[in-house]
């Protein structure tokens, strides 16, 4: 079995990252891997198993430091719907983040990572797969790959800018320094990256929640490709693309009374351990946590309660990221995501367990603000914390107390929302009957009434209020207008329950700074940027 060293490659963008580099089975049975350090090729793929599990640590592994808190600190943190004073993720708080920013670096790596790992199975995965394995497999894998590759850039671009086009990482292993290339050839990749997706991935119909719903799909690609459209203000692609999603069949809301929907469950057991791969899912990080850091969700420690007598972590600690102060009255009093994305003193939550000093408890009355801890916001997090391990209502619990439910990327509700802004189409307001079946849908499930049209304030505010907590707000401040998005952002009360403060980011601040570490080792990264030759 030969070895290809690619530690060379990847460090120039990764440093911290090889340990992800894998593209092992994360299956326990499954012992004839690679080092943790090298990436095997020749034949290592003698059959179809091996082939579809080569794709599974581009699920988690390599997103795991991108998720663990910079995402959070920025995309939440930073547009406003979270509150911390933590200092090691504070920073966009203030808009004050640097380029010595350690989780900033965090992030970055994490995001070439997974171009890495994309990149070795796009130019190497049809030459070490043997004669056994079936070219239907070996396209849906580089059919993820696309997409992964597809989505770390889609990424990169939000937050960055410009950054350098690498479609082969060997290619830089004796030319390490190289120019960024402009947004829109950037964006250009990403185009064909989720257009080959959708050529090679397989199509699926996602029944109730189920393993087999764990990887992307076909309509996965064509839902993530009609965002980036939303994105460009293409507006007929976009829609063209959701109604392709839409009238497949394949996903549908999870609980709700529209067409759309499936029933039975509501909006809160979105964020359950049982209900991962639930048929809203079109893309969602697949935590395992094993005896390796880095390999399962920490949500559930750094949201929720942790007050010094109750916690709902798993941990000695917990609380690192509080609801905003603006964002507690996002929510009427009747919309059900209110108490699902936040804990206000005196919820109740029947089935989470949580520690009360030193005794286990199940059942959890919210305390007052004052006793909540979270930061001294007055109010904790309710998404995506799932209390105490319980047995199969939360799933396991690592070492570092980190669990295994999964990280939604998007989710069908948020295609239902592109579809109605495509329709929307940059106006002021519609009252489009296919327009409103989207948009209603999403409504009707979160227990508020049908309207009758709707502007794109409503919408923006409706995509908030669906999407708090799941990293998306920052980047749609980031593509409206930036006097609005600077006015928006400069009325928010940015302190906590004690300590009113306001910020007004400049124009520069929606940009982030390239990582210090990085610039020093390419300075390139600072020139101007070259157009990108396809």
Known sequence: MKKLNNNKAIRFFATSAIAMMSLSS????????????????????????????????MYFKTWFQFNNKFFYAISEVGSGNMYTNSSDVNAMRTFNITSADPEMNAGWQS?????????????????????????????NALGEAHFMRAT??????????????????????????????????????IRRDYTKAIELLDAKIRGNASATNAKVSKGSAKAMLAKVYLYNKNYAKARELSEEVIN?????????????????????????????????????????????????????????????????????????????????????????????????????????????????KTGLVVPSADLIGGQGAGAAIKKYCIGIVNSSLTGPVDSWAMMDNNTYIMRYAELLLIHAESILAGGSSTSDATALASYNAVRNRA??????????????????????????????LGRIDRNK?????????????????????????????YPANEVAKNPKLLDAPVPYQF
């Open 447 to 476: 227990g508020l009434s049908s309207v009758s049209s709707f502007t794109f304030d409503d919408l923006f505010k409706e995509r908030r209020k669906e999407l708090a907590f799941e990293g998306d707000f920052w980047f749609d």
């Open 111 to 139: 995001l070439w990572a997974n171009i890495a790992q994309a990149n070795y199975l796009i130019n190497n995965l049809k030459n070490s797969a043997g004669s056994g394995v079936s070219q239907s497999v070996i396209n």
């Open 248 to 360: 497949s069949g394949e996903f549908r809301l999870l609980g709700g009374t529209s067409a759309y929907s499936s029933v039975g469950k509501s909006f809160g057991d979105l964020f359950l351990y049982p209900n991962n791969n639930n048929e809203e899912s079109i893309f969602a990080l697949q935590w395992k946590g094993d005896a390796n850091y880095g390999s399962a969700n920490n949500c559930n420690t750094q949201f929720g309660i942790a007050n010094g007598t109750i916690s709902t972590s798993n941990a000695s600690y917990g609380g690192v990221f509080a609801p905003s102060q603006d964002i507690l009255s996002l929510y009427s009093t009747n919309d059900v995501r209110r108490n699902e994305t936040i804990m206000f003193p005196g919820n109740v939550y029947p089935n989470m367990k949580y520690k009360d000093g030193l005794e286990f």
């Open 152 to 189: 770390a850039y889609f990424y990169l671009v939000r937050l960055w800018g410009n950054v350098p086009i690498i479609v082969n990482t060997l290619d830089i292993v004796n030319k390490p320094q190289v120019n960024t290339n402009p947004t829109s050839d950037v964006y250009e990749l």
């Open 26 to 57: 994360c299956a326990d049975d499954f012992t004839n891997r690679p080092s943790e350090s090298t990436i095997t090729s020749d034949n290592y793929y003698q059959n179809d198993e091996q082939v579809r599990t080569a794709t599974d640590a």
């Open 485 to 513: 998005a600077i006015s928006i952002m400069a009325a928010q009360n940015r302190g906590n329950q004690f300590t009113a403060e306001y910020y007004t980011p400049s124009e520069s601040k929606f940009i982030l700074p």
